[in-house]
């Protein structure tokens, strides 16, 4: 197995870092995570190591890893020759190859075979992640010269990128049941970490495509919760009412969950011809009556999608999340009713999170003011205000729309860093700006 040195993704907080090494339980287990591939045979599931020799035990007896007359509940396993790990659980199969950077999602079907969710037709990947650092895009895959690793975790696994000294963005893929007293895993939670490692305040954004195949070949290539067809370019600016975007056809489905008060707020979701991803700007831009037909292919669709962007100091943090629910066999993957749940705070993760919080003493809550007393104290507090607090608190509320521009604001940090690189700079102009800065992240609430 390749192992990725750990002091390139050393700044990743603790809580998203784990083992690149799986550690299994029992025998079984260990067999299955170290070989380097799981065939299926007559009589049962076995396990062969790197050469393509059969693992044996201390007996010389192949070690039979599952059952051939049932599908085995979980099955994973990590290569020794690459940065690759798979991992099957119930419905839902995943596959992280670390050495290129790529992802895969199958659907399992009740005989045990694995149904493409995604386009495996491409050389590589068709789905994927960029991240938007200031005005530049990275595609995060290693053939573009981004550090990647693939390592496992309790819950799945998560993808590491390192694109050079200036972010790190972690993608957790964390399997999960669609009902919360079941145990049949049928989901993914899709986590996207990005984190600033630059010297400086920058904005950041992030946007995933992903290469849909299924409804390509059916009446309609997507649907949602509120629209049964969608057969052309589309783009959303809220999911609130149409809720997830679905792929589907006979034998399977996948279903991007998007809207919820407990999901991230997307900022356009996109649906349109695989082959316009690449070339369009960073939001695409779209024509309602436009097929998802191209010059170069026919009824190629994907699905794109665009999170606001962040304004990050060193080493601060920005999330996005969605799910994913998986069918087979004709049947509707989860929907409104764990959408009901998971406003409710009853979802699988849900619990365990609240479970596994820290709980902490806690004052009581305090006891409301009345009008008449805030009138009272705040002619008190203002006064006690030195000047320049009071100055910069004048300033804030005249802060401009135009200065809330998300271009105005890339020109400010552009001039802030272009000042910082030069010995000769004029320091009270760089003070201003930054003061500047400060009052414009502080209106529009940045994790600075």
Known sequence: MKITSIA???????FLMCSSLAFAQDEKDSVALASEE???????????DSSGAYVRDSEGNRVRVGSRSSKPVAKSYVSREKNCIEIERDDVRLVLNGDDGTFAIYGVAEKGNSIPLLSTNDADSGSYFVVKIGRKEYKLQAKLGIN???????????????????????????FMPSIATSTRIDMLRVSVFVINIGRSIQSFAVKGIFDTTLGENTSAHFSTAGRKFINSELQFQSMDEDLWIRSANKEAAIQFILG?????????????SRTKVDSSTWVPSVQTSRSFNSVTSYNNSAICINWPSSYLDTLRTASYGFYIS????????????????????????????????????AAAKPIPLTKEEVDSVTPNVLNSIPSSSKEAFVKTKEITEAQLDPEYIQNLLDRIASLKEDESMDKTELQKLNEELDLILNKLGANR
């Open 8 to 14: 390139k993704f050393a700044f990743i907080p603790l």
């Open 148 to 174: 990647c690793e693939a390592r496992k975790t309790p819950l799945g696994a998560q993808m590491a990128y390192l694109v050079s000294d200036e972010a790190q963005v972690v993608v957790d893929f964390s």
């Open 38 to 48: 799981i065939v299926e045979e007559d009589d049962g599931i076995y396990a062969k």
């Open 326 to 361: 998986v069918a087979t066999g004709g049947n509707n993957p989860a929907g409104k009713k764990f959408l009901a749940d998971l406003d409710n705070g009853k979802t699988a993760l849900g619990v365990a999170i609240k479970n596994s919080a820290v709980k902490l003493n």
């Open 260 to 272: 919820s008060k407990e999901i991230t707020k997307t900022e356009y979701v996109t649906l349109l």
